[in-house]
C-alpha cells in the first residue's frame, strides 16, 4: 500500500519541474489532517465528486434544453462534457509532465456553478441580480458560483463551510477575478484551454447531430475545410459513422497542437518551477497561431448557426421566463423557500439566497418548480 507520502515522492521524481506539487501545497483555509493515502489533490478530486452540486450536472443545458424527452438523450449535458474536458486536461497533463490530479480536479469542478438553461441562464441570472441585489452582490457569474458553492453552500462537513479545498485548487477556479494576482497554474491554465477544446468539438458534433448545422453550411469554415483534407475519406452527405471519425479526429488534432504548441511554448520561456510559470509575462498553454485563427472563424460560425439559431432562441426564452418568474415570485412570497434557504437569506439576504436556490436546480426541476407556482 503507498502512502500520501510514497505518492508524493513519485510526483517528484516523475512530474516536470514547472508542474504543482502536491508536498507545496499552501493547505486549507481550516487545518485539517491530511490522508494518509492520498496527496492533498486526490482528497480535493474526491471532495468535489462526491458534492451535490456535481450531480446535478447531469440535468444541466451545455446547448441544448434538458428535457424529459428520449431526443435529447445523445446531446451533450454539463456533466458529460465535464467529464470530456476531464479527459483532455489529463491526457495532456500527463504528455507535458503536468499533475495530472490537479488538472483533473480543476476540470471536475469548473462549470459547478453554472445554472439551468446554460448560458442563458446565466445572463438571467445576472441580469435579476443586478436588479435586485445590494451594491455588494456583484450580479452573477458561474466561476464566481462554483467558488462559492465550494467555500460556502455545500454542507458536509461540521468542522467549516464547503470542501475546504487546497489553496491551489481555489486559485486555480478563480479565472477571471485575477486583480493583483499572479497567473494561474498551468494546470489551471490547461483545463481553461481544455474547456474551450471540449466545447468546440462537441458543439460541432451535436450541432450535427441534429440537423441545426449542416455539412453544407460548414463547407464555409476553414477549420472543417482542413479537417476534410485529413480524413478524405468522409462523404459530403456525413452518415454516423462519418460524423463520429471526424469528431474523434478533430478532437486528436486539437490535442495535439495544444500540447506541441504549449511544449514548446514551456521550453523557450525557460521556466524551471511552477512559481516562475505563475509569475511569467504571459500563458504557456496555447494553441499554435494557425489553429488560434481557425478556432476564432470556428467560435464566430457557432455563435451565428448554432447559439443562436431559432430553435435554440426558442430555449432561451423559455428559459428567461421561467427563471424570471421564479426569481421574482420568491423575493414576492419568501415563505414559498425551503427553510434552509429562508436561513441563508437572513445571513446573506433574500436576493443572494434565492440566486443560489435556483441557480442550484437542474433544468428539470426549474420547470417543475415553474409549473407550481404559475396558472396551469
Not at 492520498?38 to 447531469?58: I, N
Not at 461540521?158 to 477571471?176: I, M, Q, S, V, Y
Not at 489553429?291 to 447559439?307: I, P, Q, V, W
Request: overall charge negative; charged content about 25%; some cysteine.
Amino acid at each position: 500500500m503507498l502512502t500520501r507520502q510514497q505518492l508524493e515522492a513519485r510526483e517528484a521524481a516523475t512530474l516536470a519541474p514547472y508542474a504543482t506539487f502536491s508536498a507545496d501545497s499552501q493547505g486549507r483555509a481550516y487545518p485539517e489532517a491530511e490522508s494518509t493515502t492520498r496527496t492533498a489533490f486526490q482528497k480535493d478530486r474526491d471532495r468535489v465528486l462526491h458534492t451535490t452540486a456535481f450531480r446535478r450536472l447531469e440535468a444541466k443545458t451545455q446547448v441544448f434544453l434538458n428535457a424529459q424527452n428520449a431526443q435529447g438523450d445523445h446531446y451533450r449535458t454539463r456533466l458529460t462534457h465535464t467529464l470530456e474536458v476531464g479527459q483532455v486536461a489529463r491526457s495532456v497533463a500527463l504528455t507535458l509532465g503536468l499533475n495530472e490530479t490537479l488538472a483533473e480536479t480543476l476540470a471536475l469542478a469548473h462549470d459547478l456553478g453554472h445554472p439551468p438553461f446554460g448560458h442563458a441562464g446565466e445572463r438571467v441570472l445576472n441580469a435579476l441580480m443586478t436588479e435586485h441585489g445590494g451594491p455588494n452582490d456583484g450580479g452573477f457569474d458561474h466561476n464566481a458560483q462554483a467558488r462559492r458553492i465550494v467555500t460556502l453552500l455545500e454542507d458536509r462537513y461540521a468542522d467549516f463551510p464547503g470542501l475546504n479545498l487546497t489553496h491551489e485548487t481555489l486559485d486555480g477556479l478563480n479565472k477571471h477575478d485575477r486583480a493583483g494576482l499572479e497567473r494561474p497554474s498551468l494546470e489551471a491554465q490547461l483545463v481553461d484551454a481544455a474547456d474551450a477544446l471540449a466545447y468546440t468539438a462537441h458543439d460541432l458534433d451535436d450541432g450535427l447531430r441534429s440537423g441545426l448545422i449542416t455539412p453544407a453550411q460548414l463547407a464555409e469554415l476553414p477549420l472543417w475545410n482542413e479537417l476534410l483534407a485529413r480524413v478524405p475519406t468522409a462523404a459530403p452527405d456525413l452518415t454516423e459513422r462519418d460524423r463520429r471519425t471526424l469528431h474523434r479526429e478533430l478532437l486528436g488534432w486539437l490535442i495535439s497542437d495544444l500540447t506541441e504548441s504549449s511544449d514548446a511554448a514551456i521550453a523557450a520561456s525557460g521556466v524551471a518551477t511552477a512559481q516562475a510559470a505563475r509569475q511569467h509575462p504571459a500563458g504557456l498553454i496555447i494553441y499554435s497561431p494557425a489553429m488560434r485563427e481557425l478556432l476564432r472563424g470556428t467560435a464566430t460560425f457557432l455563435r451565428g448557426n448554432l447559439y443562436r439559431h431559432w430553435r435554440v432562441e426558442l430555449q432561451v426564452e423559455q428559459a428567461t421566463r421561467v427563471l424570471e418568474t421564479m426569481f421574482r415570485a420568491f423575493l414576492a412570497r419568501p415563505s414559498m423557500l425551503p427553510p434552509t434557504v429562508r436561513a441563508r437569506a437572513e445571513a446573506e439576504g433574500l436576493p443572494r439566497a434565492v440566486c443560489d436556490f435556483v441557480a442550484g436546480m437542474t433544468d428539470r426541476y426549474a420547470l417543475e418548480m415553474h409549473g407550481l407556482i404559475t396558472p396551469p
